[in-house]
């Protein structure tokens, strides 16, 4: 509302809310400091896990920082911008997502406390820039090289990501199956290694336990055989993928048939007949035995299909065929003459199994897959959804290795590193973008500090002990030995993670702090009205 010769002018609609200059600013962190608050416990190997509970009342039990954010009901907008920057995280690197929302919690507190001091949220917001960009060049020249083919950094790399997880014992068993999966989908693109995680197809089954978790050479379809005189399983399988109906198509327009003699009914009906025998004929001649169709088969053509000994799947979702294709190196064929037998994909082994409670058909021993499945399995529902969780991780971290070769040492060794090279180089900048460079460190400093207390030690002694072996010259890599509560060669103890991980979490923390601090006014509108009750 503004003042025109003492008559006020209304300029917003009534009901809207605004909030102003520090008011603004303050509730903006509050917001963003208490999202982070509720997932801060979850860090680290020792960290605890939350219990949610949607409107339906179904249970989520997890630690993973971007479940625990999207199931979340959040209101504010501030907060609203804090579960972003998990998405983003999760997105791009798919680990990480906890320590970027601590790290943006921490940034937003202690420039809080500099605003207090007087300190302009634009000279904060400097300082915050400067010390990313100074972050990105320390972490590269910390960061170790390897060769994308060492399996053993890739295992401790995947191990890293799991240690925090609900079911970590096992995470040797999943490290080993993350690690084949990447290593079989990856492409040469040039001078750059891609990996696609589409590419490896996740099937949940209850039942057994995790360790029964497995890899196939292959893609598991979640349909049955079409016939039951059909063959259940194949050697040496042939593989067609067919994107039209096995039916009698219908014309495109109405055409009206006269009959005039029961002769030319079964005329008719055989006509149709044979035009369907003529199709699995095709496919007998160029030695296809297994048929994945993604639409329909008709009654007659699975007849056809079960005499001559070709197990046929129908339906098939469009994925699926893609994925079928990648793994067998079949093409899809849409017109059904035409196919050859180059068109044809190969697999050791075809079979219909019941996983569970569901027969699925399995097409493993493929020669040389660029798409597989892992089949998850254990006791209970909670179990195998963190599961599954647990391998999100496992495999994302391990392609961002390989799409990125360069690690890390974890356990807070790299942040206390880079927040020792940050205090440094705030003292050749000078003035008070020097102050939010130094309150920049000491936020980063949040995640081994929080690892410490997650754990139950005493964070104080800790940090001071980390800070001391890090001023010697072969203490970069030392960080918390979480079962001693002292620090350790986190290397040697192989606590590695990707570059791109820690990079990725930074610069959203950075980011995503230094755009709350510039709002200073915040406007919201009015909520809808309700319509008057019938």
């Known amino acids: 509302m503004a003042q025109l010769s003492g008559v006020p002018i209304l300029i917003l609609k009534e009901g809207t809310e605004r909030k102003r200059g520090k008011d603004a600013q303050k509730n903006n962190i509050a917001a963003a400091k208490a999202v982070a608050e509720a997932v801060r416990t979850t860090l680290g190997p020792k960290g605890m896990d939350k219990m949610l509970v949607d409107s339906l009342g179904d249970v989520t039990i997890t630690n993973d920082g971007a479940t625990i954010l999207d199931t979340i009901d959040v209101e504010h907008p501030a907060a609203k911008m804090i579960v972003e920057v998990a998405k983003t995280q999760d997105d791009k690197v798919g680990d990480g997502t906890t320590t970027s929302v601590i790290i943006s919690g921490e940034l937003l507190n202690l420039a809080e406390e500099l605003m207090e001091q007087s300190v302009h949220p634009t000279i904060i917001f400097r300082g915050y820039r400067k010390a990313l960009l100074k972050s990105k060049e320390i972490l590269k020249e910390l960061a170790t090289k390897i060769e994308i083919n060492d399996k053993d950094t890739l295992m401790k790399v995947a191990e890293t990501s799991m240690n925090s997880k609900l079911i970590a014992g096992v995470k040797n068993h999943f490290a080993k199956i993350a ?97 369907l025998k003529n199709r699995v004929a095709k496919l007998k001649e160029v030695g296809a035995n297994v048929v994945f169709c993604q639409k329909g088969v008709d009654d007659k053509a699975q007849n056809f299909l079960a005499k001559e000994d070709i197990i046929t799947v129908r339906r098939v979702k469009r994925s699926d065929m893609e994925k079928l294709a990648r793994a067998t190196n079949a093409k899809m064929i849409n017109n059904l003459f035409e196919i050859s037998e180059n068109d044809l994909g190969k697999a050791g082994k075809v079979e219909e199994k019941k996983i569970g ?174 319509g008057p009750e019938e």
């Open 179 to 275: 690690v084949k999966a990447v290593n079989q989908i990856k492409e040469e693109r040039g001078i750059n290694i891609m990996v696609d995680l589409d590419q490896i197809q996740i099937i949940k089954k209850e039942g057994k336990s995790l360790l029964d978790t497995d890899i196939i050479d292959g893609i598991i379809v979640d349909k049955e055989v079409v016939h039951p005189m059909m063959p259940k399983s194949f050697k040496d399988a042939k593989i067609a993928l067919i994107t039209s109906s096995l039916e009698v198509e219908k014309t495109e327009f109405d055409a009206e048939i006269r009959v005039q003699t029961p002769d030319q009914i079964n005329k008719f009906l055989e006509e149709e007949a044979n035009m």
């Open 357 to 530: 409670d569901d027969n699925m058909i399995i097409v493993s021993e493929c020669a040389d897959p660029k798409a597989v499945s892992i089949l998850i399995r254990a006791g209970i529902e909670h179990v195998v959804d963190e599961a599954e969780r647990m391998l999100h991780d496992a495999l994302s971290v391990v392609k961002a290795t390989i799409e990125l070769p360069y690690i890390l040492p974890g356990g807070g060794a790299s942040e206390i590193e880079l927040a020792k090279r940050l205090r440094a180089y705030a003292q050749s900048i000078g003035g008070r973008e020097q102050l939010a460079i130094e309150v920049y460190a000491n936020a980063l400093e949040i995640i081994p500090k929080t690892l410490v207390e997650n754990a139950g030690y005493n964070p104080v002694d800790l940090i001071v002990e980390l800070r001391s072996k890090h001023e010697s010259e072969d203490g970069n890599s030392n960080g918390i030995n979480i079962d001693s509560g002292k620090p350790d060669d986190m290397v040697k103890l192989g606590v590695l993670e990707p570059l791109s991980v820690l990079t990725q979490a930074v610069q959203s923390a950075t980011e995503v702090s230094s755009m709350i601090l510039k709002i200073d006014d915040v406007i919201a509108a009015s909520s809808l009205s309700k």
